[in-house]
């Protein structure tokens, strides 16, 4: 039975546009399709999470308009406890996603919308459910001193706390140091040490900076190549899981943050939440979309299975 799982973040509605390639400035082209649907890191980690069997309450701000209801339709259908405020003065958050056809690959332009004001104050106002959580997630799409007051309250009251830094930003002092996990991908770990990683050995090297800044465990994903997971203790490449061809990548980070939260939150040890959390990333790279694509415990269960059959 897994334990509560206290999600920080933005809800976004993701306009995905495929082209061939992306068009240059002042440039007109004509792409090959569109598609509207739920988008923002912490959103589509709480549906990852909720549908991997998590028990998640997801903290957020929205406007009242259509990308809202899409918002609160997604959470119903997932299993995602809303803990969000309304605001009819303000829209609620959009993604520009630009997709090439040929490859999956991704360029994004985020705007939170209200989601943007979430401050201080407002995780104040649910600090009793943040310290009674198992796990706490946040990333950075909110402001900086909101992610950071949540991790120091989860952190205080005992929960193993995930930041998900994306988009990459420059931290505040003592910020890693409230984060059991830390979950760069290649780009993300660079910008924190400094250290480019384009190998396993060099993600180990920032890994290894990671630590020394004080947070518990390095979790550095790779993609394709999976995720390293470095400790105090060990220092764990966890290959990736093959289900089948790449249809989009946009969701795979937060497919695999919402896994890896799931699976420690029912007791798992880190290094089997990842293996998890691979297993539900590399489902939701097959499908299109972000939220959408996020599979089910069952489907993860299979795959975890049939790889280790």
Known sequence: MSEKIVILGVFVADTSYRADRAPRIGETILGNSFALGPGGKGSNQAVAAAKAGGQVHFLSKLGEDPFADMALATWKEAGVIPEVTHHAEHYTGAAYIFIEDATGNNAIIVCPGVAATISPADIEAKAELIASSSVFVTQLEQPMDAALRGLEIARKGGAQTILNPAPAAELPAGMLALCSFVTPNETEAEAITGVSVK???????????????????????????????????????????????????????????????????????????????????????????????????????????????
């Open 199 to 309: 190998t396993i050995d060099e993600a180990r090297i920032a890994a290894g900076i990671l630590l020394e800044k004080g947070v518990g465990a390095a979790i550095i994903t790779l993609g394709e190549r999976g995720v390293l997971y470095h400790d105090h203790t060990q220092s764990v490449h966890v290959p990736a899981f093959y289900a089948g061809p790449v249809v989009e990548t946009t969701g795979a980070g937060d497919a695999f943050n919402g896994g890896f939260a799931a699976a420690l939150s029912t007791g798992m040890t880190p290094v089997e939440a990842v293996k998890f959390g691979n297993a539900t990333a590399a489902i939701s790279v097959t499908r299109p979309g972000t939220a959408p694509s996020m599979p089910s415990l069952s489907e993860i269960q299979s795959l975890l299975t049939k790889t280790h059959a």
